[in-house]
């Protein structure tokens, strides 16, 4: 059930309420007896949390899922997957073995 919240317009009073949705708003001030008790548009009471869309989308980046074969546009998603084979880090075992470092000379004797 939502909690709202409801300020009377005669005392200033402001209270939460639990109420089913289907429940009549409330329109009798608890406090002063006064009918202009009235809901209050106030922000959702809850945040949205975890690995669902609302985090993953629209974030920037390419997080876009990889047509399947055969569907349209497959021919406008090749160069698209060239450009990414393009710039995937190589592995390393394709990468030289670094020189190692020439030892110190040693000082000459006198």
Known sequence: MPIYAYRCASCGHAQDHL????????????ACGAASYAKQVTAAGFQLKGSGWYVTDFRGGNNAAPAKPGAAGDAAAAPAADKAADKAPEKAADKPAPTPAPAPAAPAAD
């Open 19 to 30: 109420q089913k949705i289907s429940d009549d708003a409330l329109t009798a001030c608890p």
